[in-house]
């Protein structure tokens, strides 16, 4: 390697760690910031996962793949600790 190239990689080096801790505050306040919810509906799960309404309601809530319960509407909504845990890639029961 010639002399000049060194330089130029410690700077990329530089480069590449500084960019990553900006990548990881911006993550910490992103997590610190999150606000959660006591229940979400069908629809913001679905649109969370990629889903479609219709899978979540009759597929999941009324398969029991879910938990979830219906409020006194009789719509279904989905606890804010099940939400979390499907969108971190939780499994169906």
Do not use: H, Q
């Amino acid at each position: 390697m010639t002399a000049d190239v060194l330089p130029l990689r410690d700077d990329l080096r530089s480069y590449a760690k500084e960019f990553a801790k900006l990548i990881l505050d911006e993550v910490r306040n992103l997590l610190a910031n999150e606000t959660t919810k006591e229940f979400y509906s069908t629809e913001e799960l679905a649109e969370a996962l990629g889903k479609k309404p219709f899978t979540i309601r009759e597929n999941w809530c009324n398969g029991g793949k879910i938990e979830c319960e219906k409020d006194a509407s009789g719509k279904w909504r989905i606890p804010g600790s099940e939400y979390r845990r499907l969108i971190n890639g939780g499994e169906l029961n």
